[in-house]
C-alpha cells in the first residue's frame, strides 16, 4: 500500500513525517500537490488494482481512523466497503473514490 501526502498543504512536511511515523507498515510518499487546495491536508491511499481513497481536511487528530483504515482497506479484496461507517470520521472527510 502506498500512502501519498500532499507537501504543499500547509502542513507539508511535518505532517509527513507523523504519517510515516504513524503507519510504520506502508510506504508513505510526499506529493507536491493532490490539488486539494480546498480542504488541506490531503491524504490518498492506493493499492494496484484496488478503489483509491483520496481524504481532505486530514489532521493529526485523524491518526487512529486513518491507521484503522489502512489496516481494513489491506485486508479488502478490492478496497470497497459494504458500509461507510468503518471509515470512521474519515467518512466525512473523503474527497474521492477512484476505481482501481
Not at 478503489?51 to 483504515?69: C, E, H, M, W
Not at 489491506?74 to 471509515?87: E, I, K, M, Q, Y
Request: contains cysteine.
Amino acid at each position: 500500500m502506498t500512502v501519498f501526502v500532499c507537501g504543499s498543504c500547509p502542513e507539508g512536511t511535518g505532517f509527513v513525517e507523523m504519517m510515516r511515523r504513524g503507519l510504520p507498515e506502508e510506504e508513505v510518499k510526499q506529493i507536491d500537490c493532490m490539488s486539494g487546495c480546498t480542504r488541506p491536508q490531503t491524504v490518498a491511499f492506493r493499492v494496484t488494482g484496488k478503489v483509491a481513497y483520496l481524504f481532505g481536511d486530514i489532521t493529526s487528530d485523524d491518526l487512529g481512523d486513518l491507521q484503522r483504515f489502512a489496516a481494513l482497506y489491506a485486508a479488502s479484496s478490492d478496497g470497497t466497503f459494504a458500509d461507510a461507517r468503518v471509515l470512521g470520521g474519515l467518512r466525512m472527510k473523503a474527497i474521492a473514490r477512484i476505481p482501481g
